[in-house]
């Protein structure tokens, strides 16, 4: 998507420098995620007092729910009231985990990309090169689900390419080979186009006749990425331990040797390979779903210690439980292992991040926090500053005709004047008590503005 290639790269600027640090991919990744872990701290830490606020706020939630338990818009009201006046935005956890979900698929452009994010390599030169491998690759599984080799087919038409050319891209349905090639005839749709990028194929065949054997071969490149993102092959072509290194003459001086002294392995393994159950690569996913599990359950032991008063796990908590691991377990296993290795990183700090906010900002200790920053409110109010979550509640109360500002009365009055019995009134009273409420905040719209006010 577009908005997670759009920052791809500040990110990929980040790992820029980090890997001109360490000069290896995974420990670039390690610090990258202690500096995004650095620069979301203060949105974690105000999710944190938030969480804390709502934990101690529960016992007035809970009389709120039962004293306006058939009335829903009242109960709605009363709670955004409660809310403004003890500084509580319930939507507080959500941005920190948004731009952690941003941060994590902006990273996928990054992990397949490490020369275009991460090499100060010309950005023409690497597109041109994943060109050409993309182009090798396409016709290679062509030729290989055909049960041939470009030798084979080289043998059949007198060792002539532009013969091989004519029979790969032969577009009469009548003929023997259209059922064949489909995929390299789309890719030189084109004849005329076409041929510069033949004409580039034929001098890395001329290098190496078995190519596109190579290329196909699954134990030493992915045939899903050689088409999709041809810029990992390159690491396979340089790889010494895949028939020595010998096909990395195919790439340009500049591209072979970054390559080449590119670190971007752990233990020995490609972090650019996608892990599968049979690879070493396996033990990626699964630690990173086990440290993601630890993560939630930590995270959940804190909010029951937080708010006793919450008896066992209700039906989200449970999904909860095992929606993120698993879903780490899905990304693990369907994206290069660097991304992967990412989470493992992200998880393992949030851990630690989790157990020192909740001893930092326990509830008790937000307790205390929150009480000064009640009194600072009702200074501010009687200032005229308003805060946002003030404002959204007023526009609400001048919609409805009610009395617009914060009430700073006792809790115990609001409660005595709750409890009084509210006189029914009749439909047609209903309308007219409606419609005065509504006259009323029109006129002091009106008057606000400037306006002419006419009554209905």
């Known amino acids: 998507m577009f908005i997670f290639n759009l920052f791809a790269t500040p990110l990929g600027w980040i790992m820029k420098i980090c890997y001109k640090l360490v000069s290896n991919y995974a420990l670039a990744l390690l610090i990258f995620t202690l500096i995004t872990r650095i620069i979301l ?55 920190p985990m948004l731009l952690s979900m941003l941060i994590l698929f902006s990273m996928i452009p990054v992990i397949y990309g490490p020369l275009t994010y991460v090499s100060d390599l010309d950005k023409d030169k690497i597109e041109k090169s994943n060109t050409m491998i993309t182009n090798i690759a396409t016709v290679s599984q062509d030729i290989k689900s055909s049960d ?22 032969d577009d009469d349905e009548d003929g023997d080979n259209y059922k064949n090639y489909k995929a390299t005839r789309k890719l030189f749709d084109d004849k005329d186009s076409g041929c510069d990028e033949w004409q580039e194929l034929v001098e890395k065949f001329k290098l190496h006749p078995d190519l596109d054997v190579f290329i196909t071969n699954e134990e030493y490149v992915s045939q899903s990425l050689s088409k999709t993102r041809p810029e990992l092959t390159t690491f396979d072509f340089v790889d010494k331990d895949k028939e020595d290194g010998k096909y990395a003459d195919i790439l340009s001086d500049s591209i072979r040797d970054y390559a080449e002294d590119f670190n971007y392995e752990i233990f020995g393994l490609s972090l650019g390979a996608i892990p599968s159950m049979k690879s070493k690569l396996a033990l990626i996913p699964i630690l990173s779903f086990v440290l993601q599990l630890l993560a939630t359950i930590i995270s959940m032991y804190f909010t029951k210690k937080n708010n006793p008063s919450q008896v066992g796990m209700n039906g989200t908590m449970k999904v909860m439980l095992f929606l993120m691991p698993l879903f780490s377990l899905w990304i693990a296993f369907s994206y290069p292992a660097g991304l ?49 979550m003030e404002r959204a509640l007023e526009m609400q109360q001048e919609q409805k005709g009610q009395k617009v500002g914060i009430d700073d009365r006792d809790e115990d009055d609001d409660d005595e004047e709750d409890d009084k019995p509210e006189k029914k009134l009749s439909k047609a009273e209903l ?4 419609r005065k409420k509504l006259n009323e905040a029109r006129k002091r719209m009106a008057e606000k503005y400037g306006d002419e006010y006419i009554e209905d």
């Open 41 to 95: 701290l203060p949105l974690n830490i105000k999710q944190q007092k938030s969480t804390a606020r709502m934990s101690m706020l529960q016992p007035e939630l809970q009389k709120l729910k039962k004293k306006y338990s058939k009335n829903q818009e009242k109960l709605n009201e009363e709670t955004m009231a409660l809310y403004q006046k003890h500084g509580v935005n319930p939507m507080a956890s959500c941005l």
């Open 340 to 388: 992967g290795l990412y989470w493992i990183f992200s998880s393992f700090i949030g851990i630690f991040q989790t157990v020192f906010l909740n001893k930092v900002y326990s509830p008790a200790k937000v307790k205390a926090m929150v009480e000064k920053e009640m009194e600072a409110a009702k200074q501010r109010r009687k200032s005229g500053k308003k805060t946002f």
């Open 148 to 169: 041939k080799t470009m030798t084979e087919l080289l043998e059949e038409n007198g060792g002539d390419y532009d013969k091989v050319f004519e029979v790969l891209t």
């Open 431 to 434: 309308k007219e008590q409606q």
